[in-house]
């Protein structure tokens, strides 16, 4: 990483309290994670916002690593890429090939149709923002999705975006 980081080893106060929850809840702590370590305040928005995203009750894990997966596409974030589809095969019990024909055609993925409606509205908007109309909203509420969730889904994507630009212009090494 471009940026000097403080490591689990060498943190203290609100920093090693953060680092500790994710070695409890992932094994380790992520080298993107760490990279928010120079300021609590983001680490700890960070982490929050994953605690979130991971018990969200509507929107599953599978669709959000999709997410992630195919936004890091467009961003050409190898290290999120490679993270989610492992996330898919390793938590979601895809197999290598799902995971393959969802990063050639989503359409293609075992997601729900209603998740594949949202997915299709998220990667609409991270790719051409001003692309997305009421049409696809009114699709995404036909599939049975709210406002709030429709909301939070896009809004994932576009973290995405952020996140895939901070991984990559500061050259995070994968460490997984």
Not at 2 to 29: C, F, H, M
Not at 85 to 98: D, K, N, R, S, Y
Not at 100 to 110: I, K
Request: aromatic share 8%; charged share 20%; proline share 5%.
């Amino acid at each position: 990483m471009l940026l000097k980081t403080i490591s689990p080893e060498a943190a203290t106060g609100e920093v090693a309290d953060i680092y500790t929850q994710a070695q409890n809840a992932w094994g380790r702590v992520p080298a993107p994670l760490q990279g928010f370590s120079n300021n609590p305040f983001l680490l700890k928005q960070q982490w929050e916002y994953y605690g979130n995203v991971m018990q969200h009750p509507t929107l599953s894990m599978p669709l959000l690593a999709c997410v992630r997966m195919l936004v890091s596409e467009v961003g050409q974030c190898h290290y999120c890429i490679d993270m989610n589809a492992g996330m898919l095969v390793e938590m979601a019990g895809w197999t290598p090939e799902q995971v393959a024909n969802t990063r050639a055609d989503f359409m293609n993925s075992p997601l729900t149709d209603k998740e594949k409606t949202l997915l299709a509205l998220i990667l609409k908007a991270v790719k051409d923002a001003s692309s997305v109309n009421a049409e696809d909203i009114d699709g995404a509420r036909a599939a049975g999705w709210n406002d709030g969730e429709i909301f939070e889904a896009v809004h994932h994507g576009a973290r995405m975006v952020a996140g895939d630009i901070l991984i990559n212009a500061f050259k995070v090494e994968r460490d997984f």
